[in-house]
């Protein structure tokens, strides 16, 4: 079984610029998340999608922060415009559908965005 | 925001040693405690998870203890290995609207194991 795919694995802008991180998940997992993994922190829930629908976003910082799944599979997170602080790892995860399972998470590699 | 509070934030052990990291909730859904095990460069993987209902679990090295009137739980990894050495994270589960569950992550705790 494949695992969660995330490109690119590493990016390098500056501040103001925009970047787009993607995102395929596991086959068959109806949910996914995007986490925000600061230096020496813990992951941060930024989003969380039910099939292609969104079921909690408010950790995510709007006015620069957007996310999309279409046709409930692949994702993307965008950040336009990008400020220092933005500087982490971008997790995403998946898991099975079934609402007793919210402890499975199986996570990609993450991509690593460095604002300068 | 609910907190997680993770203890110690870094750990040094011999092999062969016994390693426990300690993990403080608030309110918190009925839902499975896991602990989750990351290597750098590497995404978060599930090592174990608890049911509230249980005091402990174990599953070869790796123990969950778990206090529910304390509202902790901790990690025993016995015979520590040098292959061990990773940072470990416990998490919460908690409910938000629309009946949804979340999990919510401590801090982290680097382990390093010395042979």
């Known amino acids: 079984e494949a695992g969660v795919a995330q490109s690119p694995r590493y990016k390098i802008i500056e501040k103001r610029q925009s970047v787009a991180f993607w995102c395929n998940p596991i086959s068959g997992h109806a949910t996914l998340y995007w986490y925000q993994q600061i230096l020496g922190q813990g992951p941060k829930l930024l989003i969380q999608f039910q099939n292609n629908g969104v079921v909690d976003d408010s950790q995510l910082p709007k006015d620069r922060f957007s996310a999309e799944r279409l046709k409930g599979v692949d994702s993307t997170l965008k950040i336009q415009p990008a400020k220092l602080e933005d500087s982490a790892v971008y997790l995403c995860a998946s898991r099975s559908p079934g609402r007793d399972t919210t402890y499975e998470q199986y996570f990609g590699p993450g991509t690593r965005l460095t604002v300068t | 925001q609910q907190q997680v509070k993770q203890s110690p934030q870094s750990l040094i052990v011999q092999k062969g040693g016994i390693s426990i990291i300690n993990c403080a909730y608030e309110n918190t859904a009925f839902d499975y405690f896991p602990w989750y095990q990351q290597f750098p460069g590497k995404g978060p993987a599930l090592l174990i998870a608890?049911?509230?209902?249980?005091s402990e679990k174990k599953e070869g090295r790796f123990t969950i203890s778990f206090n529910k009137s304390a509202k902790q739980f901790s990690l025993h990894i016995m015979d520590s290995q040098p292959g061990d050495s990773a940072t470990y994270f416990c998490a919460s589960p908690t409910m938000f609207s629309g009946g949804y569950n979340k999990l919510i992550f401590g801090a982290g705790t680097r382990l390093a194991v010395h042979p």
């Open positions: 608890i049911r509230p209902d249980v």
